[in-house]
């Protein structure tokens, strides 16, 4: 007899505990494209939660440049880059990309992806592989992106690299560790600006421990770049540091509004990657009409609309860090567009969620294991769309659902 088929049996399982703890995630539809107004399941809501942080994700130049790159040059590439998928607009972006971070890193070359999670794969099991015994040392924020632990997951089953995590607020722990190891290629990495709470890398701090520890410092910029610096240039900029010793991943579906990533670094690692790094050889090229597309971003970011957008964003984060440091809600303090309030337990996440969506405004609740157990939170985000009333608005809103939210929590 056949035994009955139950491949899915533990996904069932998992799929019931996730609703019954309250993490069951929900996805919503959109029809519009991505901006601070939003189409979202047949209504139209406030949304304070894209990485869209210069609010470029629907700018009419990039709309343009995405159908003129079409026309010039079709829709799909064809093929990975060393076979024949390598475009003239891959080439300029990944110049241009070098030349934004070239004041930081000597000799730097930059290699385009398709999306940040693939970057972080390549960089991470491409520098772990650079140790000629394999035993290459990984420290990790704890804290660090999704895609950075995948990484360093793969590294480590590729290699005998290790993994030790550390702290990114207090990095007594790291120099500890740093000083007693003697493995042969030495690697810290961490987010540039901290995915879920805002927070920067203290980076010239860690510039200087990587120099006294021979160490190489990797730094996942997602959220810096666009944002921070002078021209946008990202988290390398905003703290004006050189050092040969910097990889720098750089993502372009945030606040450059497009799609895809890129890793700079000194042009001799980057060749490496290019030769042996799986990640980029065996994944089809990004369309070259995306790259064109994040040119045009580019020029929009580095010029007087990117600082404009900028300073715009500085003063609503400004706006806010002022007038809600008396409010009752706990904030986590950050200068970036991500300001979080937590709300602990995922009922009480839900519930805010729930609160603001009632008033119009799309702000999902985050919950485990995207941030730790017992610290589920609203992840607002601002961007450069959003005018001053919009603000005022959302801070309004969430003084009123204050009361209603202990309300509701009383009501069970
Ligand atoms: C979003 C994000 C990524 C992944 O980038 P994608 O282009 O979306 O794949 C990597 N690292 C961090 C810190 C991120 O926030």
Redesign the pocket.
Known sequence: MRPVFNAFKFAERQLADLDAQLLKRKLRLTESPCNTSVMVDRRNLKAFCS?DYLGLANHPRLVKALGIGAEQYGVGSGASHLISGHSLAHDLLEKKLASFQSAHIPNARALFFS????A?LAAITGLARLAESGEASIYSAQLN?A??IDGVRLACAQTKATLTLFDHQNLDSLTAHLKKDIRPLKLIML?GVF?MDGDLAPVQELVAIAEEYDALLVL?D??GFGVLGEHGHGILEHFNVLSERIIY?G????AAGV???FICGPSTFIEWLIQKGRPYIYSTATPPAIAHTVLESLALIAGDEGKQRRRHLDHLISIWNQEMQFSQWIKVFSTTPIQPIILGSNKHALLAAQLLDEAGFWIPAIRPPTVPVGSARLRITFSANHSIEDLRGLMQTLQRIEGQLLERESDG
């Open positions: 990485n999306t940040g999670y693939l972080n992106h895609s950075i987010d995915s996942d997602a959220h991943i993502t372009l579906g945030k799609s895809g990533a």
